[in-house]
C-alpha cells in the first residue's frame, strides 16, 4: 500500500495491469500445433481468408506469453475507482466480485445494465484483497459467486484444454527426486 498523497484517496495500490505467469515452449508449441492444424482443417475446406484471424490469435497470444506486464496504480477514492486512466464512479457501479487467475486475486468491477461494463484489477496479496473488500462493500454489492454466462461456461470449458505449466515443472521435479545422485 502506498501512502496517498491526495486527502480524497482513501486506499491505493500498484500491481500488474493483466494476470502473467511465463509460459513454457511446450505450451507454445502446443497452440502453435494447434493452429497449424485448425490451418489445414479450414484451407481443406477452401476457405482461406479464415485463415488471418487464426493466426493473429496465434501471434496475439505469442506476445501476450512473451512480455511481462507493466505495473500500475489503482486508487479507490470518495467518488469511486481509478484505474489505468479511467473513473468508476460509485452510481454506474453494480457489483463487484474476486476470482483467481495465475496465482493472482482479480477483482472484476461490473457497471449497471443494460451495457455492463467489466474492470479487471489485479490485487498482489490476500491484505490488500481484505482492505479492498472492505472499501467496496461500503459502496456497492459483493458477489460471492458471480452469475457465469454461456461464455464464461465455454471460456472455463476451454481453458481446462490447455496444459499446465504448473504440472509440468512438479512432475520434472518429482522425476529429479527420484533420480540418484551421484
Not at 50 to 77: A, C, D, G, R
Not at 152 to 172: A, G, M, Q, R
Amino acid at each position: 500500500m502506498e501512502k496517498p498523497t491526495n486527502p480524497q484517496i482513501i486506499f491505493s495500490w500498484t500491481a500488474p495491469i493483466r494476470p502473467y505467469v511465463k509460459r513454457s515452449k511446450r505450451t507454445l508449441r502446443f497452440y502453435l500445433a494447434l493452429t497449424f492444424l485448425l490451418s489445414l482443417l479450414v484451407a481443406f475446406f477452401g476457405d482461406m481468408i479464415l485463415l488471418l484471424p487464426l493466426w493473429t490469435l496465434l501471434f496475439i497470444f505469442y506476445v501476450f506469453t512473451v512480455t511481462q506486464p507493466s505495473e500500475i496504480t489503482h486508487k479507490i477514492n470518495q467518488f469511486g475507482v481509478d484505474t489505468a486512466g479511467t473513473n468508476l464512479r460509485w452510481e454506474t457501479l453494480d457489483h463487484f466480485f474476486f476470482s483467481k487467475r495465475f496465482g493472482y486475486n482479480i477483482l472484476t468491477l461490473v457497471t449497471h445494465p443494460p451495457y455492463p461494463y467489466h474492470a479487471y484489477l489485479v490485487l498482489p496479496t490476500e491484505e490488500t484483497k481484505k482492505e479492498v473488500t472492505k472499501i467496496l462493500a461500503e459502496h456497492i454489492v459483493y458477489q460471492e459467486e458471480p452469475k457465469k454466462t454461456f461464455t464464461d461456461k465455454l471460456i472455463d470449458w476451454f481453458s481446462k484444454l490447455v496444459p499446465n505449466d504448473e504440472e509440468e515443472v512438479k512432475t520434472i521435479s518429482s522425476q529429479e527426486s527420484l533420480q540418484p545422485s551421484p
